[in-house]
C-alpha cells in the first residue's frame, strides 16, 4: 500500500523510538494482534474487523501521542473511525499493532472529511 495522505499537525522534538514507517507496512497482513485485543473489543461494536475495515477505506493517517505513532482515519459505513497505531513487538517493520478502535470525536471527524475532500 501507497501511503499518500499523511497529514503533519503536531511535531515532537524526539521520538522514543524511532517512527512507524508506514509506507514498510505490509498491504496485505499489516496488523500484528496479540495481548492488546481486549482494548481492541471494549468499544461496543467495533472490533479487529473494522480496524481492517480501515486500512481497506483508504484512510488519511496523523501522529498522534505515544505510545501509538500514528491514528489511522477513515470512513466505514458512515462513521468516521480512528485506530492508533503501535509499532510492532516483535520488531517487524512490516507490521503495526492496532490499540485501539474507537469512533471519532466531531471535531476530528470534521478535520478528517476537510482533509480528505482537498484529495
Known amino acids: 500500500m501507497q501511503i499518500e495522505h ?16 508506514l509506507e514498510a507496512l505490509d498491504e496485505d497482513a499489516p496488523f500484528e494482534v496479540d495481548q492488546q485485543a481486549a482494548h481492541l473489543f471494549k468499544h461496543p461494536h467495533l472490533g479487529l474487523d473494522d480496524v481492517i475495515d480501515v486500512w481497506d477505506a483508504d484512510p488519511l493517517f496523523y501522529p498522534a501521542k505515544p505510545p501509538a505513532h500514528w491514528l489511522m482515519i477513515a470512513e466505514v459505513d458512515g462513521r468516521v473511525l480512528v485506530v492508533p497505531l503501535a509499532p510492532s513487538r516483535s520488531g517487524d517493520a512490516r507490521a503495526c499493532r492496532p490499540i485501539g478502535c474507537y469512533e471519532a470525536t466531531s471535531g476530528l471527524a470534521a478535520t478528517y472529511r476537510r482533509d480528505r475532500d482537498e484529495h
Open 6 to 21: 499523511v497529514r503533519i499537525r503536531l511535531s515532537y522534538d524526539s521520538w522514543v523510538c524511532e517512527p512507524l514507517d
